[in-house]
């Protein structure tokens, strides 16, 4: 028996090890049913084991999942298993759409798929709200571009659930660059509120201030919308505010309304706009 080999083996897959892997090392049928008895090792799910006290995660339990159905991959909440692999699983959705090979990733000795194929699997699959939230988180962050998303939903025309995604992709990329700005956005439609470019680029003497949330340039008006939690954290609000300070100083009018706004006083937010733009057209 090799224990330190099964050690830096498991070490390398979550803390995970299969029944073959673990005879590979020296161990027999006989020794490892004694120690799934004595509970030194654990199993986890078909032939994937573990050693005792290894939580059991959701992605300890995903990569459990990836060890038990050989050539799979792990794609975020589900196994992809491609076209001829395993149709069924229980207690896992499995995907068969073609993957690119580009679209594979190695982390912690399991295949993954890249975080631009994972944002499109689950914009596929998970509910409208979900999926639009995680769209913006995804392209703000850098985990997909807006002409990674745009080119993506191109390949998968033709499959299942294709429409739902076009929709949704053509809805986190319009130019606005969250859930709450997608409102704003509704909003001045609606009100027929025009001459406003959505995330524009904003300069002093200095160089860059920001881009604005919505901005009148002819008017000098921005408006700034406080949204959801990845508007709120201490540095970002120290940052809006410095970037606010610089924007009245190079002659800006800064507008700011929350997320409540949007939701509880959408007439209200509208009329404020409407107001300040006549004050600013009556200079």
Do not use: K
């Amino acid at each position: 028996m090799n224990e330190r080999r099964l050690g830096r083996l498991a070490a390398r897959q979550l803390g995970l090890f299969t029944r073959t892997q673990a005879v590979d090392c020296g161990y027999s049928d006989f020794q490892i049913r004694r120690r799934l008895a004595r509970d030194e090792w654990q199993q986890v799910c078909g032939s994937v084991l573990a050693f005792r006290g290894r939580q059991l995660t959701a992605p300890v339990l995903a990569a459990a999942t990836h060890l038990t159905v050989p050539g799979s991959v792990i794609a975020g909440r589900w196994l992809w298993t491609g076209p001829t692999g395993r149709s069924s699983f229980p207690g896992v959705r499995v995907l068969r759409d073609p993957l690119r090979t580009d679209d594979i990733r190695i982390a912690d000795g399991m295949r993954i798929t890249c975080p631009a194929r994972t944002v499109v699997d689950c914009m596929r699959l998970l509910p409208d709200d979900a999926a639009l939230t995680l769209a913006d988180r995804a392209l703000q962050r850098g985990w997909i571009s807006v002409g990674e998303l745009r080119g993506r939903v191109r390949e998968m025309v033709g499959r299942h659930g294709t429409p739902r995604l076009a929709r949704l992709a053509s809805a986190a990329t319009d130019g606005t660059r969250s859930a709450a700005e997608r409102v704003m956005a509704g909003l001045l439609r609606r009100a027929g509120i025009t001459g406003w470019v959505p995330n524009a680029a904003i300069t002093d003497g200095a160089g860059l201030i920001g881009y604005g949330d919505f901005t009148f340039a002819g008017l000098r008006l921005v408006i700034e919308i406080d949204g959801q939690a990845f508007h709120t954290d201490a540095s970002r609000f120290q940052r809006d505010r410095a970037r606010q300070n610089r924007l009245v100083a190079a002659g800006w009018t800064v507008l700011r309304f929350t997320w409540a706004d949007l939701r509880d006083r959408p007439n209200r937010v509208t009329v404020e706009i409407r107001t300040m733009i006549g004050r600013l057209e009556a200079r």
